[in-house]
């Protein structure tokens, strides 16, 4: 890298927050990937060696009818350079993959919270089923929070292209673009998850690792370069300071 790139690479992470502590809740529908994105997100946690505790909160039906309320599954992680003893009240942070998931884990979210949703699934359809009478996202119900609504949906699609899946398929990678930005703003590394990717399709199914791979790349991407709104930046957590034994 040039010192042109390395003073631009340094200005960056000057600009990352310290923080001691953060919660955050992925949210999405039972097929969207949520327990295996908050599964990596753990991870890769614990390897920056940060001390954490995890909630898994799985749907209340197992088939529940796709965009409905009772299909929404959640995952939250409070992670920290202290000593952490639950998984976290109030989120401080939200990402919601869709609006069930939305309506569903909103009023948990804390006063000022950021909340990233998939604005590309919040079509007429999925906000009735979801229980809304108008857009969420248009009706300023929302203001009390940071929203910050991302075209995830088209973004993963565009991404998943270099690999040989259908629609469908390209958009079961979304949880792992979203998981790419949540790794950008909390100075995550990459490849354990891309690691465990190529493990678990490399084989059998090279095609779904490459575009969950792109995707994943991608929404680190995303962060690292879109203009992104002030108060959604990269943070830094130290590492916990653990007791031996």
Request: aromatic share 8%.
């Amino acid at each position: 890298m040039s010192s042109d790139g390395n003073a631009a690479l340094k200005m960056v992470e000057n600009r990352r927050e310290e923080l001691d502590s953060v919660v955050v809740r992925f949210a999405g529908d039972s097929g969207d990937g949520i327990q295996l994105t908050g599964g990596r997100f753990a991870e890769t946690t614990a390897i920056s060696g940060q001390d954490l505790e995890t909630f898994p909160d799985f749907p209340a039906e197992i088939r529940a009818p796709i965009g409905t309320t009772y299909g929404v599954s959640a995952f939250q992680i409070n992670f920290g350079s202290g000593v952490i003893m639950t998984a976290g009240d109030a989120p401080d942070v939200l990402v919601a993959l869709n609006p069930a998931a939305l309506i569903v884990n909103i009023e948990e979210i804390k006063a000022g919270g950021l909340v990233i949703v998939d604005a590309g699934s919040f079509s007429a359809k999925n906000i009735q089923k979801a229980g809304y009478e108008s857009n969420p996202l248009e009706d300023d119900s929302l203001e009390k929070y940071r929203v910050f609504p991302i075209d995830i949906s088209r973004l993963t699609l565009e991404a998943v292209s270099v690999a040989d899946v259908n629609k469908r398929d390209g958009l079961r990678c979304k949880n792992m673009w979203t998981l790419g930005l949540i790794s950008w703003m909390y100075d995550r590394a990459l490849e354990p998850s891309i690691e465990h990717l190529d493990n678990k399709f490399g084989k059998k199914l090279p095609e779904v690792a490459k575009a969950n791979i792109a995707a994943l790349k991608a929404g680190h991407a995303f962060g690292e370069t879109a203009e992104m709104p002030g108060d959604v930046r990269g943070f830094t957590i130290k590492p916990a300071d653990f007791v031996p034994g």
